[in-house]
């Protein structure tokens, strides 16, 4: 007997406001053509003036919690990835605590940008399977647009806001990979890419500062990074590429995720693609898309799923897990 973190709910929220490609051409020297062939976005999801992330994420979580027919007290523990909590602090995860009405367990932020749904998956993993925990919220939620250089095309175009939740259960399994639940995390980083991908102010600095990318060089670790630790965190639970239903990736950019997919050997009817509808929402976009493939009905329980992330460190990783 082993336990395993497994997925009794899902839920997501996006911002009213949808921003079509089109919109930016009154602004910027862009088109809807370049945008859509070059990343695959669409349509991007902007919150409003009054809306922050933790609202976002407190939407999702509600969500993922009525999903999952829990109340907030049956919950110990709230994981929260984002890069753009509403302060400096506290947490976004304990202002979600706080709107959810929980007065009990514990509640923290994981920064690791658009990995961060990723790495917070494997650090609840750790919380349930350490005994810490019993369920866990976790949420990714970001309001990039806060830190877009609307100036900047090679950037600005690309992301959006959203949130999206899973809430995870200790639940008794077998120890092999037919168990439902998380079957293996893979987490890495490297320091040395900082200047890639990066936002150019924070509390140290004393400002907020914008998003900067190096979009073609981040494109160049993507492919190669993302389909290794997709196969890493597979083969730990005993598993090979072949045996995937469904790869669930972080929703970058089209090209992206068409190339990890190839380079696996996966073909693309069983990859769940957004990217065309959310942009790219760092954190926010692995659970949005989970919540979105399960609601298409693409996603059922007892599937494999592999999620995998690569965003600004460099930081990346992915998670194995059945439905
Ligand atoms: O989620 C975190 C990780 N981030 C990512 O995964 C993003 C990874 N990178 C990408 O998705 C792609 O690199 C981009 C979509 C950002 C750019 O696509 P690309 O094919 O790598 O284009 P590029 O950066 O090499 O730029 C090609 C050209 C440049 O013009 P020149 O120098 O060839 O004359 C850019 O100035 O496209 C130009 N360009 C634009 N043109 C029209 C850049 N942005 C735009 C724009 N509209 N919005």
Known sequence: MAGRSVVVGVGHYLPERVVPNAEFEKTLETSDEWIRTRSGIERRHFAAEDETTSDLATHAAQAALKDAGLEPEDIDAIVLATSTADLTFPSAATMVQARLGMTNGFAFDVQAVCAGFVFALSNANALILSGQAKRVLVIGAETFSRIMDWTDRSTCV?????AGALVLEWQEGQGTSEDRGILATDLNSDGRYKDLLYVDGGVSTQSTGHLRMQGNQVFRHAVEKLSKTAEVALNQAGLTNDDVDWIVPHQANIRIIQGTAKKMGVP??????????HGN???ASIPLALSVGKNRGQIKPGDLIVTEAIGGGLAWGAVALRW
């Open 158 to 162: 690309l992301f959006g806001d959203g």
């Open 281 to 283: 929402t760092s954190a």
């Open 268 to 277: 693309m009817d069983r990859v769940v693609v957004t990217v065309q509808d």
